[in-house]
C-alpha cells in the first residue's frame, strides 16, 4: 500500500473521527486495540505529545490509526515526529498480526521489541530519524511481504545480514547515514523487485557482491556515496533501467567511459579513482546524452581532453569536471548548455581565453573557473542569476567591468585574487579586498598574480614594508580629517533609485517616510547614535544612519511589500550584508528592554525555513526588524502580482511578466508565471511552510503563535527553499496590536475570534488551497458547481471536497505536470484545516506527517 492510499484512509479516517470515539470503561484484553492502546501509552507518557491520546475512546478514531473495515484489526500506525522515547515495548505492537504499515519516523526509538519481528504482515517499515544503535537482527527475514524499508538516519552499525535474500518484494531500501561496517551482502542480490536502493554515508567497503549489476532489472535508482566501497566502473554497466547514480567518495576504479549506458539522469562518480579520456563517452551508442542532467566526475585521474560535443546534452543543469588530469586545451565549448546552473572546471588546465559561449548561460548560478592558465579578458556574463564566481589563480587581465562590479555586492561568493586584473573602485571593506582581490588596496590597484610577487620580495621588502606602513598611517590621518569635517558623499553599487542627498557625520531627526498605505515617522535627534544590533556580528558599528544609507533614505523604490505590521525596504550594509528591512509601525506597549529583549530571543530560533531575523533598531518608537534578504521573493507575488518595488538588480520598468526567463521545471527568476507550474515545486513550499509552522508550535518553549499566516508571509530563498517571515512579531505590540491586526489577513482568518496555534492551522490550510488551486483566498473568480454560490476560497473547495468533486479545483496549469490524485489529497489536507471548529483541525505535526504521504516521489 502506497504513501498516497495511506493519505487516503487516514483523511477518510478524520472525516468520520467526529462520529466515533465514545469512551469505553475497559479495553478487551489481547486484542488489537488493546495492544496498540498500551504501546501509546507505555511511548508517550513522558512526550510532550502525549495529550493527543484519548486513551479511553477507541484507538480506531485516532488519527495515527488505520483499521479495517470492520474497524476490528489495526492495518496501519503512522505515527511520525511524536517524542515517542525508548526501546518499543514488548506486548503492544509486535503483536498486530495484520499490520502492514509502521511508520514511526523522527521519533527518539532505541531499539526493537523482542516480538516486533513477529509482524509477518509488514509491507512498509519506516523507523528513519530514530536514536537506534543496534546490530539490525537477520530476523529481518521474517518480513517476506516487506516492499519498503526505511532505517535512514539512525546509528545501526555492524554488519547488515545476509537474511535480505528472504526479501523478494523489496522495492525500496534505505539506510543512510548510519554505521554499517561490512561488505555488501551477497543477500542484497536476490531483492530482484528493488527500484531504490541507498546505502550512502555508511562504512561499507570491500567489493560489490558477483552478479550485482545484473540483479536488478527494475533499479532506476542506486547510491552508494560515502563509503569506502571499492570496485570498477563496469560494475554497472549493465544496470539497463538506471537513472540515478552516485558512488562519490569510494574507491572505485577503471575506465570512466564504462558508466555511460542507459538512460541515466544524475550522475556523481566525484572522489574516485577513475581515469580514461571522457572525449570517449561521445560515441558510446547506448548513452542517451539528451537524459542526463547532473554530472559530476570532479577529483578523479580522467586525462585527455575534454567531451568533443555536449550539445546533445541540452537537459544539462550542473557540470562538475574540477580536479582531474585533462590535457592542456581550451575552453570547454558549452555554447547549446542553456539550462546549466552549476559549471565548475577548476584545476583542468584550461588555457587560453574564457569562450564567449558562456555570456548564453542566462540561467547559471555557480561559476568555478579558478586555477587555470586562462588568459584575456573577461567575457561578458549575465548576471541574473549567478551568485558564486571564483576566477582566482589564472592569467587574466584588464579591467574588471563596471557591470560586473555592480553585480558582486549582491553575490554570495566571488574571488578574483591572483590574476593581473585592474580594480579601480575604492568602495570593497578592507575584509573583502584581503580576501576577493588579494594583492590590492584602495588605489587603482593590480590583484596581481603571484608570480609577481614573487619576482620583487625579495629586492628592498624591508623599505616596501617601511613605506607601506608609512602610506597607511598617513591614509588614516586624512581619513580622520575628512570625518572632523564633514564626510563625502558615497556612491552605492545597486541598481535601486539613488536620493541625491549628502551623507553627514551627523543627521538630525526626526524623520518622517512615506508609502502607499502608511506614514511612519523614527522620532530619533541624531541617526548616528542609534544603534543597529546584528547579532551575530556583534562588532559591526551600524547606525540609524547606515539604515538611511542602505535604503536610499527609505525610498519607495526600495520597497519590497507592505503587511499589517509595516512596509518592508531592500538594502544592503556595509561590508555587502544584503538585508531585508521590516519597519513595525503599529508602535508597541513594550518599553525599549522589553522589546529588545523579544527580539533577541526570536533571533535565537533557527530553522531551515523561517526567515532568520538577523538584527534590530530601536528608533524611537519604531521597532525595526532587519532579516536575511530572501532572493526570490514572497509567495503572493510569485503567485498572482508583479513584484512589488525592486525585487531584483535588473530594471523591472521595460520587463513584462510573460518575457521573464525561467527554466523548464519553473524554478528560477522571481516575476516568472513559470516558476509555480509542477505539482513537485508547490508541494515542497507547502511541507516547508508546514515544517517551520510546526517547529514554532512544538519545537519552541513556550509555543510561538505566527497570527498572521499567509502568502506573502511565505519566501523563497537563493535555493528555492521556502521560509516563513514575521514570526512573533505580534507579541512585540503587546496589547497595543489591534484585533484585526493580531487575527491575521482578510482571507486567512478563522471564523473564530481567539487566537491559538489552530489559528495558523487555519491561514496554512488556505495557503495550501491557494498553491494547488492557483486562486486567491477572496476577490477571485470561483466557478459555480451544482449551486455551491462560493464567496471565497475555503467556501468554494470545501463545498467541492464534500461533492468529492475536488479535481475540478486543481490549477490547470499544473495538469498533466503532476499526480493530480495527489493533488486532490493535498486538497483534503486543505479541507481538515480550514474546518469551522477549531478542534476538528489537525496539528502542525500531523499535517506535515499527511503532506509527506503525499509527497512526489
Same mark, same amino acid.
Given at each position: ?143 517476506? &511481504? @516487506?516492499?519498503?524499508?526505511?532505517? *535512514?538516519?539512525?546509528? %545501526?552499525? !555492524? /554488519? +547488515?545480514? =545476509?537474511? $535480505? #535474500? ?26 530482484? &523487485? @528493488?527500484?531504490?536502493?541507498?546505502? *550512502?554515508?555508511?562504512? %561499507?567497503? !570491500? /567489493? +560489490?557482491? =558477483?552478479? $550485482? #549489476? ?26 539497463? &533501467? @538506471?537513472?540515478?547514480?552516485?558512488? *562519490?567518495?569510494?574507491? %572505485?576504479? !577503471?575506465?570512466?567511459?564504462?558508466? $555511460? ?573 480550514t474546518a469551522d471548529v477549531p478542534a476538528k483541525r489537525p496539528s502542525m505535526q500531523q499535517v506535515v506527517g499527511l503532506l509527506k504521504d503525499i509527497e512526489p516521489k
Amino acid at each position: 500500500m502506497g504513501f498516497a492510499l495511506l493519505g487516503s484512509i487516514l483523511i477518510l479516517t478524520l472525516f468520520l473521527k467526529s462520529n466515533l470515539g465514545q469512551q469505553q470503561e475497559q479495553l478487551i484484553p489481547n486484542t488489537d486495540e488493546f495492544f496498540i492502546s498500551s504501546f501509546f501509552e507505555k511511548m508517550g507518557r513522558n512526550s510532550s505529545s502525549s495529550h493527543v491520546f484519548n486513551l479511553s475512546s477507541s484507538v480506531c478514531s485516532w488519527q495515527f490509526v488505520f483499521c479495517d473495515a470492520k474497524q476490528q484489526n489495526v492495518i496501519g500506525l503512522v505515527a511520525p515526529n511524536l517524542g515517542l522515547t525508548g526501546p518499543i515495548p514488548d506486548n503492544t505492537i509486535g503483536k498486530l498480526k495484520n499490520l502492514q504499515i509502521l511508520d514511526l519516523n523522527s521519533n527518539q526509538i532505541t531499539d526493537f521489541s523482542s516480538d516486533f519481528w513477529s509482524l509477518v504482515s509488514l509491507k512498509t517499515l519506516n523507523l528513519s530519524n530514530n536514536k537506534f544503535s543496534v546490530n539490525l537482527p537477520s530476523n529481518i527475514d521474517n518480513f517476506e &511481504s @516487506l516492499e519498503k524499508l526505511d532505517l *535512514s538516519f539512525n546509528n %545501526f552499525s !555492524g /554488519s +547488515l545480514p =545476509d537474511s $535480505f #535474500d528472504s526479501l523478494p518484494s523489496l522495492q525500496v531500501l534505505n539506510l543512510n547515514r548510519n554505521q554499517f561496517e561490512s561488505i555488501v551482502p551477497l543477500g542484497i542480490i536476490r531483492c530482484h &523487485s @528493488l527500484i531504490s536502493i541507498d546505502f *550512502s554515508m555508511n562504512s %561499507f567497503h !570491500g /567489493s +560489490l557482491p =558477483d552478479g $550485482f #549489476d545484473t540483479a536488478f532489472p527494475k533499479l532506476k535508482s542506486l547510491n552508494l556515496a560515502g563509503n569506502g566501497i571499492r570496485g570498477r566502473g563496469s560494475d554497472f554497466s549493465k544496470m539497463v &533501467s @538506471l537513472t540515478y547514480l552516485n558512488i *562519490s567518495k569510494n574507491l %572505485f576504479t !577503471g575506465a570512466v567511459v564504462e558508466i $555511460f549506458k542507459g538512460p541515466l539522469e544524475v550522475v556523481d562518480l566525484s572522489s574516485n579513482h577513475f581515469e580514461g579520456h571522457i572525449s570517449q563517452v561521445n560515441f558510446s551508442s547506448s548513452f542517451d546524452w539528451s537524459r542526463l542532467v547532473h554530472l559530476d566526475l570532479s577529483d578523479n585521474q580522467i586525462s585527455g581532453m575534454f567531451f568533443s560535443n555536449l550539445s546533445q546534452a541540452h537537459n544539462l543543469k550542473h557540470l562538475n569536471l574540477a580536479k582531474n588530469r585533462f590535457s592542456k586545451q581550451s575552453f570547454i565549448h558549452i555554447d547549446e548548455l542553456h539550462n546549466l546552473e552549476y559549471l565548475n572546471l577548476s584545476k583542468t588546465n584550461l588555457i587560453n581565453r574564457i569562450g564567449d559561449g558562456i555570456s548564453k548561460l542566462n540561467h547559471l548560478k555557480t561559476l568555478d573557473l579558478s586555477s587555470n592558465h586562462l588568459s584575456g579578458k573577461l567575457p561578458l556574463l549575465s548576471f541574473k542569476t549567478l551568485q558564486n564566481l571564483d576566477l582566482s589563480n589564472n592569467n587574466l587581465t584588464g579591467d574588471i567591468p563596471l557591470s560586473l562590479l555592480q553585480k558582486l555586492p549582491w553575490m554570495e561568493r566571488f574571488n578574483f585574487s591572483y590574476n593581473n586584473l585592474t580594480l579601480c573602485d575604492s568602495e570593497f571593506s578592507l575584509e573583502t579586498l584581503q580576501t576577493a582581490f588579494i594583492g590590492s588596496s584602495n588605489g587603482c590597484p593590480i590583484a596581481a598574480n603571484p608570480t609577481l610577487f614573487r619576482r620583487k620580495i625579495h629586492r628592498h621588502r624591508g623599505l616596501k614594508l617601511a613605506l607601506g606602513l608609512a602610506i597607511t598611517l598617513i591614509c588614516l590621518l586624512v581619513g580622520l580629517l575628512l570625518c572632523a569635517f564633514g564626510c563625502r558623499k558615497k556612491t552605492r553599487m545597486w541598481d535601486v533609485k539613488q536620493e541625491s542627498y549628502t551623507e553627514k557625520c551627523a543627521i538630525s531627526g526626526p524623520f518622517s517616510f512615506r508609502t502607499d498605505s502608511t506614514t511612519w515617522v523614527a522620532d530619533v535627534k541624531i541617526a548616528s547614535l542609534v544603534p543597529v544590533v546584528i547579532f551575530e556580528k556583534p562588532l559591526l558599528n551600524f547606525t540609524f544612519s547606515d539604515l538611511l544609507s542602505a535604503t536610499s533614505n527609505f525610498d519607495r523604490d526600495t520597497l519590497l511589500a507592505e503587511g499589517q505590521f509595516g512596509p518592508v525596504y531592500r538594502g544592503v550594509l556595509g561590508g555587502g550584508v544584503h538585508v531585508a528591512i521590516k519597519v513595525l509601525v503599529h508602535g508597541s506597549t513594550m518599553t525599549d528592554q522589553e522589546a529588545a529583549t523579544e527580539l533577541e530571543y526570536l533571533g535565537r530560533i533557527k530553522h531551515p525555513n523561517l526567515v532568520p531575523l538577523m538584527g534590530y533598531c530601536l528608533a524611537g518608537e519604531q521597532r525595526i526588524a532587519i532579516y536575511d534578504y530572501m532572493e526570490n521573493g514572497n509567495l503572493h507575488n510569485l503567485l498572482y502580482d508583479l513584484p512589488l518595488g525592486v525585487q531584483v538588480t535588473e530594471d523591472w520598468s521595460t520587463d513584462t511578466w510573460e518575457e521573464t526567463e525561467t527554466d523548464e521545471n519553473g524554478i528560477q527568476n522571481v516575476g516568472s508565471e513559470a516558476l509555480l507550474i509542477t505539482w513537485r515545486f508547490r508541494h515542497k513550499i507547502a511541507l516547508g511552510t508546514a515544517r517551520a509552522l510546526a517547529f514554532l508550535h512544538h519545537g519552541c518553549s513556550p509555543p510561538i503563535i505566527h497570527r498572521d499566516v499567509k502568502a506573502s508571509s511565505v519566501y523563497l530563498d537563493y535555493n528555492l527553499e521556502p521560509r516563513l517571515s514575521d514570526f512573533g512579531l505580534a507579541k512585540i505590540f503587546g496589547n497595543g496590536v489591534s484585533d484585526e491586526t493580531g487575527r491575521g489577513s482578510t482571507g486567512y482568518s478563522p471564523p473564530e475570534a481567539t487566537v491559538s496555534p489552530k489559528s495558523d492551522v487555519y491561514g496554512f490550510g488556505v495557503i495550501l488551497l491557494e498553491l494547488i488551486t492557483g486562486k486567491k483566498p477572496v476577490g477571485d473568480e470561483y466557478p459555480d458547481e451544482d449551486n455551491l454560490k462560493a464567496t471565497g476560497l475555503v467556501d468554494w473547495v470545501r463545498g467541492l471536497v464534500r461533492m468529492n468533486h475536488g479535481s475540478i479545483a486543481i490549477d490547470p496549469k499544473m495538469r498533466g505536470v503532476g499526480d493530480e490524485g495527489q493533488m486532490v489529497e493535498g486538497l483534503k489536507i486543505g479541507y481538515l484545516c480550514t474546518a469551522d471548529v477549531p478542534a476538528k483541525r489537525p496539528s502542525m505535526q500531523q499535517v506535515v506527517g499527511l503532506l509527506k504521504d503525499i509527497e512526489p516521489k
